[in-house]
Structure formats: C-alpha cells, structure tokens
C-alpha cells in the first residue's frame, strides 16, 4: 500500500504500531500534540478502524487472533539522513510508550519498530494465541528454521 509514497532506499523509517481501546476528542489531542513535535515534517500517523467483517472472526478461528479492538494507531517517522536517525527513533518510541494507558497492549506486527521488546511477539498475538501457535511451530519447525521473521519459538 505504501510503496509508492516510500520507493525503496530513498528514505529511513521506524514505525510502530499498537491497538488502541478508544479515540476521543483527548486521544486525538495527544496524537497530534505528539506529531507536532515530530522531527521530521515527513512523519504520520495513521489510525485504522476495525469493525464489521473483521470484529465478527472468532478469536480462535485465525492466527492473528483478538479483533474487538476498535482502532490500530501507526506512527510513521520518516527522515533522509542517517545522522537523524538519533532523533526520530527516539521520537516514535517516546510516543509510542504515551499512548500504551490507551492500548489493548497489543500491537500489529507489520509495524513492529525494529522487533524491539523480549516478548513482542507473544505480545502482539496475546499469550493463549502465542502457546497455540508455538506447538504448531514445535510440530513443523521444531529446529526454528524459519527464524528471520516476527520470530515464534518452538515451544519447550
């Protein structure tokens, strides 16, 4: 969806994501309190709702889980020079931690940060869901072949 506004190697990137419970009128004054001191004029955020289709799949019929939550919140800090990498991952981050007393405590794993965080996997599915997956990944990849990823470790 992003490939056009982002081709590849022309900018640096850090997104982070996670679950938000609600979005009223203060929610929505922190998020864009926090873009507005952004370091970067090229960084987002985008708020992404969930209902209908994908609130009626039952926690246990996919992988991914959980979907009762209303809105996904992705910060999207976008920068050019390496030199600001300093300031912008730190930004995202900071953000990110503010926003957590209005998160699910999960986040999706396509904005993972840089996978960051002992447990963000297991974080990101739920702890039922991870167990549920880990003996999947026992059975077929008990060696952890397939590690170069959101990585889930074979159980035991």
Known sequence: MYDALFPKGRDRCYWKSLYLTGLDDGIIREITAGLARSPSEMTFASIWKFSGAVQRVAADATAFGDRSMPFMLSLD???AKPE???ANIPWVR??????QRHSTGRLYLNFPGLGEGEHLV???FGAEPYARLQKIKRK???DNLFHMNQNIRPEG
């Open 77 to 79: 800090a976008i920068w």
């Open 84 to 86: 600001d990498d300093a």
């Open 94 to 99: 900071a953000l990110w931690k503010d926003m």
């Open 122 to 124: 297991r974080d990101a």
């Open 140 to 142: 077929y990849d008990a």
